[in-house]
């Protein structure tokens, strides 16, 4: 039988506790919503601060140079390559994921255009997070050319609706709801096989599980900075390309960023050599340079010991809750074989967005998404072993009361 | 014959003056860059504080909605609107100007599509802000569907090359290099009249002279607030698009911001209603906050003063420079007539580049833009007319000295 203090114990022992004081928690809060927006580090309000008074106010214009602005989605793009095991200049931090997904699933189309016309068929599932497939149907009708956005129910189902007329497929390595987890490198030798193109979308696993994008031999990825990279909140997103498709197509949002020679001011477009070609316009700098500051803090420790206490702290909050809490109709959504999940638990309840309210306001920050599944984030980088305990206790409490049903934690409003 | 206590006059008699002290400038330079990158808001070093510290770090993900996040840019939007004619709910600040383009660019062709499959050009002009250019080919190469670029050498070229084949003509208001400025409303009247849409990019027109984009019955608008409106460095851009066109289609960057009920999650894509539609993915909430620190400056006075103070600063900066530096070489490339000129001036010489970089050495900010061309901007806001005065003065200097010859300002840098 678990104890509290046996949750305690185990944050003494925890050999990453110390990266916990990189960050401004409030005192409180127990913070499991870093799946949705990231905790802040520590030396974010310094960076912003000399970002803002000395390189905009005092350094004006000349920071594009001075402050190395203009290499800016580059370089912190090589600083985040070793989290998905990509190399050096294989990745640019720019724009959002929505618009990086549209990016590269253009680039994928054309692709396949010239490989074999017939392919014109995107295989996703159903479930996938939402803007992924808007995006995809954006493109479909705007193409007009023929092309199908193909869903299925079920991450088992995904191989099975692969033929001979699939150009892409589009899948979330970890699943936003669920918390589910595809086997990257077996999927993606499966949609190989299968004649198609692989784009993996990484926001809910950059910084939260190991990816090795070479070794899954990807062909192309996309990904978010402000959930478990704590970027900031809609801090810019990140694109990777297969090097050995990178140069075959020209990306359709052909901004003057990603031209060969920017400041010729030619008329004309000459994509750069290389994934700068996947930058377009002008970076949001404040915004895009606060990534430095998580990204600083992932370079203390690595993928494999962070994933290892993620995963403690996932099977400990499970078995924790489903204690805690039986008999109150909770279903457990994520998988229980630990290879299957991601850094994010989630339940289901009949009440889980009145649930999720009342856990708000006992200082428990987890988030709702329909229908009726509560989430809760570990990030192994800031959350203690206690947390878990604490928070599942406070659900425990609220099941219990049926505090849940109070009219005011019945109001609706979102968050993202 | 002009002289520097005329100048220190004509700033004692300025009633705009005062707003200079809202903004931070460093007091060794004279910044007339502004046209690039607007000077820092003072208060805008408390706002991103507020924003990292309170907002992102005590509120975390609650601040979408405690904190006004999730519908920031619409209410920037709305802030912005007056200063471009637009009304409330038309205007979204998101994105960079590049996605924008290509949003209105895309949506347009697809207005046009719908009423005469015939129109297949875009007209614009070979001297307009590359990325805008750029953007046109990206979205022409991945239609696959027979469009055109059609670019006309000079202003006075653009009438002329529209015809019963032209969808769509995309114009920038006041051009970025010789400062020229269009006639938005004579122009988009003859657009139309040929059947064409009208798309006019305001990057260097919002904050710099007056726009009344529904006076003008443009289509759609799209424009910069890291410029004349000192959003800050990459601050995201604003899209307009009138309101009669608005629903007629939706854009292809459909993201889940632009979903009529995002937070339902459903797998398939519904436009909001109105300019909502053209948003997309989570955008860089600090870069994009501090853009309200500039527009809160804009309050304290209108476009018609700002308008009347710039050209008084045009003009002079033109006519001190003309004397000052006869028989240099320099030739005015900014129209002679005020009603062309936007508010930069920009004069053309064969050492260009190495005269700027003598200029910026000794304080004195402009830019440079191929070929041989030297930009000055005025803000209205905060340059003063001894600004003006000395600028010109140190350009005397280096062009009598042959300063610009020194090795130093030989080596190719570029700013943005």
Redesign the interface.
Known sequence: MMTREMCLAMDQNDSLAALREHF?L?GD?I?L?GN??G??PLS??ER??Q???Q????G??????TAG??SLSQRLGDQLAGLIGAGRNEVVIT?????NL?KVL?AAL?VQARRDEQRRVIVSE???F??D???A???I?????GYELR?VDSPEAVIAAIGSDTAVVMLTHVNY?TGHMHDMAAMTAQIHACGALAIWDLAHSAGAVPVDVHQAKADYAIG?T?KYLNG??????FVWVNPALCDEV???????F??AS????????MPQQGIARYL?????????A?IECGLDVFARTDMAALRKKSLALTNLFISIVEDRCAGHGLKLVTPRDPAQRGSHVSFEHAHGYEVIQAL?ARGV?G?Y??PGIMRFGFTPLYTRFVDAWDAAQILGEILDSNAWAEPQYQVR????
Not at 60 to 65: A, C, G, K, V
């Open positions: 401004a409030p809060v913070y919503d949705s927006l905790a802040r974010s309000a912003a601060m970002l803002v008074q390189e905009w106010g005092e004006l214009i000349r920071s594009w140079n602005w203009r724009d959002t994921t929505s618009i549209f253009a054309t159903a479930s996938n939402p803007t497939l808007y995006i149907e954006g493109l009708g705007l193409l007009q050319q869903l709801k978010c402000y900031g909140p809609g801090s810019p997103a020209s990306q359709p949002l052909s901004g003057w990603g031209h920017q400041f010729d001011m030619a008329s004309s477009y377009c316009g002008t970076q949001p700098i404040v915004s895009l606060m708000i920050i988030d998404r329909e409003h979102q968050v993202t």
